[in-house]
């Protein structure tokens, strides 16, 4: 998880930020990009609260991901910037599905602590879903038919 959110912050996020031209999208990449950042020092928290040093082991489904929006090759950019906000819901749908058994884990240990930073975690990723999916929607809608 902690590679995964560093990636996001780190490369991820800032280069969908500089293809995408949908202010709205921008924008919300922009603050999802915030967010992802706190969401690495939370995590590194999260270690240390369930008595664990931070380690960030690579992720294949997220390289994976990754290569999925790359394969789907756009010129025009209404439908370009429709493919970064599907991807990135597709990410977030990832990273909730990770969040859910992290949670459940760090409070069937009893480290509370950790699952609420995780749980923190998991509910911007939700918003960020939502503010997401529907910009999406909207993207969708405009498409010339
Ligand atoms: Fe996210």
Redesign the pocket.
């Known amino acids: 998880m902690l590679w995964i959110e560093r990636t ?1 912050s780190f490369e991820v996020l800032p280069a969908a930020l500089d293809r995408v031209r949908d202010t709205q999208l921008k924008e919300a990449l922009a603050s ?1 990009l915030e ?2 950042r706190r ?1 690495v020092s939370r995590l590194e928290e999260a270690f240390r609260a369930a008595g664990a040093e931070p380690a960030a082991a690579r992720s294949p489904a997220l390289a994976g991901l990754h290569a999925q929006r790359d394969a789907q090759k756009v010129p025009e950019q209404t439908l370009g910037d429709l493919v970064d906000a599907t991807a990135a819901v597709r ?2 749908h990832f ?1 909730l599905g990770l969040y859910d058994p992290l949670i459940e884990l760090a409070r069937t240990l009893d480290h509370d602590e950790c699952a609420s930073l995780l749980a923190e975690n998991r509910k ?2 939700e918003k ?1 879903l939502e503010r997401i999916g529907r910009i999406a929607a909207r993207l969708r809608a405009e498409l010339p038919r």
Do not use: D, K, M
Request: proline share 0%; glycine share 0%.
């Open positions: 996001l999802h967010e992802t969401h990410v977030e990273e911007e990723e960020a």
